[in-house]
């Protein structure tokens, strides 16, 4: 048996999802265990990519179909195809589980970190593309009053670009705000699956690019536990307070995102090429969840203020969040990967 069906056979609460929209990492993923898959404007360029001869009579289509539309246009549609096309793998785990599992995230455009109400609609309109969608949207201050307010409208949030114990408990608090308006008002919330995920291996990038900007010394080992120990602390939060979004890792480095993890009642949505590297591994899969950080190494990473930043629940103000440095960095990253998939359908377009 693979490592990653091995973990869920023996943790059924600990799900693995696929990070990523193609139907052939999808499917390997499934075999061993998946019940979900995300993605984002990066996501969907490599995609694109890797898959662009199966693609382009999708994307030719479009244009010849929609001769008016701008390239973003076009991009957007050709997001939805794809998205639609990797539901249909999910859709009867989506159907078995009352819309608990099977999920296909889209991502809002990047664009709109800053302004709630577009990012309302924009993830309504992606909500409608398949019925088993999950719309997901940064944890800005923006995206914040956002995922109320999707919430309350039944759709399903997955909360990105998020990176700290503070934008988790704020995520869930908007989402906790959603359901009671729409259990007042006699609204269904039985298939609704919420998510909120903390970037791991991205807060380990952070902390790595502040320290060698600052000249400072730290023992590499210790950093590679810094998502990780964000994650736990804010799983234990979550726990205590009974929230109903489940917390979701993404951003893997090293073997610590995935093994950390397992036991809990989590999310761990997983590249393709981790999630072979982990299926070939001899790790013995076991309860980790409950396993503590090293507290030498906790101590250490809370010498570091960027840490604590993330680590400590009032590290950051919502207004905060997207000035904070893994927000910058990843924020920067979706809207180049857009501009980049933007550029490709132009290709196409003007000729």
């Not at 479009?62 to 991009?75: G, Y």
């Not at 909500?127 to 999707?150: D, L, R």
């Not at 093994?259 to 997983?270: A, E, K, P, Y």
Request: charged share 25%; hydrophobic share 40%; aromatic share 10%.
């Amino acid at each position: 048996m693979k490592k990653l069906l091995e973990t869920v056979t023996k943790f059924p609460q600990t799900q693995v999802w696929n990070d990523s929209c193609s139907c052939n990492e999808l499917s390997y993923a499934i075999e061993n265990g998946a019940v979900g898959a995300t993605t984002n404007p990066v996501i969907v360029l490599n995609v694109l990519k890797k898959e662009l001869k199966e693609w382009e009579p999708t994307i030719e289509k479009i244009i010849a179909d929609n001769p008016t539309f701008s390239e973003d246009e076009v991009a957007w549609e050709v997001i939805k195809s794809m998205g639609a096309k990797a539901s249909k793998l999910l859709y009867p785990i989506f159907k078995e589980t009352n819309g608990q599992k099977g999920r296909i995230s889209f991502q809002t455009n990047a664009k709109f970190y800053n302004n709630a109400a577009k990012m309302v609609d924009h993830a309504c309109e992606l909500a409608a593309t398949v019925e088993n969608s999950q719309i997901k949207a940064p944890a800005s201050k923006a995206g914040i009053e956002a995922y109320e307010e999707m919430t309350y409208r039944g759709v399903s949030i997955n909360a990105t670009v998020s990176f700290t114990v503070a934008q988790a408990i704020a995520v869930a608090e908007a989402v906790e705000r959603g359901l009671k308006r729409r259990e007042a008002e006699g609204l269904p919330i039985d298939t609704m699956h919420p998510v909120c995920t903390i970037m791991a291996g991205r807060v380990d990038d952070y902390l790595k690019n502040d320290i060698k900007a600052k000249g400072m010394l730290v023992e590499p080992e210790i950093l590679e536990w810094a998502g990780v120990a964000v994650v736990k602390h804010a799983y234990q939060i979550y726990k205590e307070r009974g929230y109903r979004t489940q917390l979701l890792v993404a951003a893997y480095r090293n073997p610590y995102h995935w093994l950390s993890f397992i036991g809990g009642d989590i999310v761990l949505t997983i590249p393709y090429a981790w999630q072979v590297k982990y299926n070939e591994s001899d790790y013995e899969i076991k309860d980790y969840m409950s396993q503590p950080v090293n507290p030498d190494y906790l101590s250490k990473l809370m010498e570091l203020e960027e840490f604590r930043k993330a680590y400590d629940e009032d590290g950051l103000k919502p207004e905060d969040f997207e000035h904070y440095g893994a927000f910058k960095a990843t924020i920067n990253s979706f809207l180049g990967g857009y501009d980049d998939l933007c550029k490709l359908i132009r290709g196409y377009m003007v000729k």
